[in-house]
């Protein structure tokens, strides 16, 4: 039986919840094309099924930023997925910091192993600092979802590198994803 992959693609396209904006790049759209790149890479492997949040780069989710969180995770449980992964990017004041890093729940999970191997997928394919896993135990769509939940911040926005990667090679991101899903399971 294939393992089924929810893919939430992060943010909307409009408030409420549209996501960071730096240097001439929105979150929201890098984070929906490296899902759909994502979903395709994971549904041409009869391993996987992949389902995405979002599945046209217009589509609202929820009418706040709350009921946008809990129409993911209510998609993700009703579907049965075995595993919940958020895709972002992440922003901060100093345009130096660069990389990519993962937030779960709880240590010593599948899902902070999970994060470890998407992690060196990301930094295998984009060069990108692997700057680790991170503890967040507070992050709705970590803590309200039924399976193990892992969210992504691929890169940071604020830093001109990271952005111009994000924008324009999504596919590098989406198969460092996805070699790290098939590092887990021991299928690379």
């Known amino acids: 039986m294939a393992i089924k992959i929810f893919i939430d693609q992060g943010h909307n396209p409009q408030n ?28 041409n492997n009869p391993n996987f099924e992949a389902r ?23 998609m993700a ?13 992440n922003s901060n004041p100093n345009p130096d910091i660069s990389g990519s890093e993962a937030y779960v729940h709880t ?9 470890t191997r998407l992690l060196e997928g990301l930094n295998y394919m984009t060069g990108l600092q ?7 135990p ?5 803590r309200a979802t039924a399976m193990p939940s892992i969210l992504v911040e691929m890169g940071y926005l604020t830093n001109e590198n990271d952005a111009f990667l994000l924008s324009t090679d999504p596919q590098s991101f989406a198969v460092g994803i996805y070699n ?6 021991g299928l690379l």
């Not at 409420?16 to 899902?35: F, L």
């Not at 979002?54 to 930023?65: A, D, F, I, K, V």
């Not at 449980?77 to 990017?89: K, P, R």
């Not at 507070?138 to 970590?142: Q, W």
């Open 77 to 89: 449980n009703s579907w049965g997925a075995d595993w919940f992964i958020s895709l972002h990017c």
């Open 16 to 43: 409420p919840n549209a996501g960071a904006e730096a240097n001439g790049v929105r979150e929201q759209d890098v984070n929906y094309e490296v899902g759909v790149r994502l979903a395709d890479l994971l549904n």
């Open 130 to 136: 692997n700057r680790g896993v991170f503890i967040r």
């Open 180 to 185: 790290g899903i098939l590092l887990y399971y």
């Open 52 to 74: 995405l949040s979002r599945n046209t780069p217009t589509e609202q989710l929820g009418t706040s930023t709350a009921s946008s969180l809990q129409s993911r995770v209510y």
């Open 107 to 115: 240590a010593e999970t599948p899902a902070y192993n999970m994060a």
């Open 138 to 142: 507070t992050l709705y769509v970590l």
